[in-house]
C-alpha cells in the first residue's frame, strides 16, 4: 500500500511546497516594508507587526523544509523518517515568538507615556500592503491546508499577522483623524498578546510531541474500550500513543488474547482499527497467547 500511495504523496508534497514559497516569498519583502517603515515612520504597532512577520516567516521556512524532506526516505539512523526537525525548529520558533512579543511589550509600555511623532498616512498603507500581503498568502495556503497539518499551522500564522495589520491599520486611523497618539502603543501590546499566545501553543505542542506525550484529540480510555470488545481479546494494557512527527502517530500495547484466539488475526484487527478509527500509522502489539507466551509484532506504515 506503502508503494501504491508513493507519487500521490509526492504530488501533495511538491504542491505545499510552492504554496509554502510563494507565501514565504511575499512574507519576506512585506517584512522588509515593514520593518523600514515602523522606523521611519516612528510606529511602534508597524514594528510590531514587522516582528510578528518575522517570526511567520520562519514558521514559513520551518513548514517549507518539512515539505522538502517530508518524502526523504527513512534510514537505519533515522528509522521514523527526518519529521522531528521540524518540530525542533518550531519549539525554536515558538521561543523566539516570545522574545519577540517581550520586547515589544516593553517598547510600548516606555511609549504610552511618552508622546512621540508618528507618521499615521504612511503607517496607514504600509500595514494595508501587509494586510493585502498576508491575504494573498492565506489565498496560497488554504488550497492545501485542509490535508496538510504543516501547511494549515503556516495559515495559522499568517491570519495571525492580518489581524495584526489590522490593529495597526486601526492605530493609524486614530492618529490621523483624532490624534490620538497611545493607539499606537495599544496596538503594540495587542499585537504582543496575539504573539505570547501563539507563542505559548507552539511552544506547549512542540514540547509535548518532544516528550511523546498522548495526543490531546485522542482518549486513551475510549481506545482502550474498543479494542476490548475486538474479537479473541480479553485485555489491553501498557498502551502508549504518541506523536512522531506532524500527522505521524504511533501505538505500542500488550493485548492478553481470549483462549484460541489467533495472535495474528487480532494484531491485524487491532491495527486496522487504530489505523481507521484513529488514523494511527504505526502500530506494535505485544500479545500474550498464554502463561509465559508472548509474542510480538510491529505493523508498518500501511498509509
Given at each position: 500500500m506503502a508503494h501504491s500511495n508513493s507519487s500521490h504523496v509526492h504530488h501533495h508534497s511538491r504542491t505545499n511546497a510552492e504554496s509554502l514559497r510563494v507565501a514565504f516569498a511575499i512574507t519576506s519583502l512585506v517584512l522588509v516594508l515593514e520593518a523600514v517603515g515602523g522606523v521611519l515612520t516612528g510606529s511602534v504597532a508597524l514594528l510590531a507587526d514587522a516582528g510578528h512577520m518575522l517570526t511567520d516567516?520562519?514558521?514559513?521556512?520551518?513548514?517549507?523544509?518539512?515539505?522538502?524532506?517530508?518524502?526523504?526516505?527513512?534510514?537505519?539512523?533515522?528509522?521514523?523518517?527526518?519529521?522531528?526537525a521540524e518540530i525542533l525548529a518550531a519549539l525554536a520558533n515558538g521561543l523566539l515568538l516570545g522574545g519577540v512579543s517581550v520586547g515589544i511589550a516593553l517598547e510600548s509600555f516606555e511609549r504610552l507615556g511618552t508622546r512621540h511623532t508618528i507618521a499615521a498616512g504612511p503607517m496607514i498603507a504600509i500595514a494595508s500592503i501587509g494586510l493585502v500581503a498576508n491575504l494573498v498568502s492565506a489565498h496560497f495556503l488554504s488550497q492545501t491546508a485542509k490535508k496538510n497539518l504543516n501547511v494549515r499551522a503556516a495559515l495559522l500564522h499568517v491570519l495571525g499577522d492580518a489581524l495584526s495589520s489590522v490593529a495597526a491599520i486601526v492605530a493609524g486611523v486614530l492618529i490621523l483623524f483624532w490624534n490620538?497618539?497611545?493607539?499606537?502603543?495599544?496596538?503594540?501590546?495587542?499585537?504582543?498578546?496575539?504573539?505570547?499566545?501563539?507563542?505559548?501553543r507552539?511552544?506547549?505542542?512542540?514540547?509535548?510531541?518532544?516528550?511523546?506525550?498522548?495526543?490531546?484529540?485522542?482518549?486513551?480510555?475510549?481506545?482502550?474500550?474498543?479494542?476490548?470488545?475486538?474479537?479473541?481479546?480479553?485485555?489491553i494494557h501498557d498502551l502508549h500513543i504518541w506523536t512522531v512527527s506532524e500527522g505521524f502517530l504511533a501505538?505500542?500495547?500488550h493485548v492478553d488474547l481470549r483462549t484460541g484466539a489467533n495472535a495474528e488475526t487480532v494484531r491485524r484487527a487491532v491495527h486496522r482499527l487504530l489505523h481507521q478509527g484513529y488514523d494511527i500509522m504505526h502500530t506494535t502489539i505485544q500479545t500474550e497467547e498464554g502463561p509465559g507466551l508472548l509474542s510480538i509484532e510491529a505493523e508498518p506504515n500501511s498509509s
Open positions: 516567516a520562519g514558521a514559513l521556512g520551518i513548514a517549507l523544509f518539512a515539505a522538502r524532506i517530508s518524502v526523504r526516505p527513512r534510514d537505519a539512523q533515522k528509522s521514523f523518517g527526518y519529521g522531528r490620538v497618539v497611545s493607539a499606537d502603543a495599544i496596538a503594540g501590546l495587542v499585537i504582543a498578546a496575539l504573539l505570547v499566545a501563539s507563542a505559548f507552539l511552544i506547549r505542542s512542540s514540547v509535548d510531541i518532544l516528550l511523546e506525550g498522548a495526543p490531546g484529540h485522542l482518549d486513551l480510555r475510549q481506545i482502550a474500550s474498543e479494542v476490548r470488545e475486538l474479537p479473541g481479546v480479553m485485555d501505538m505500542s500495547a
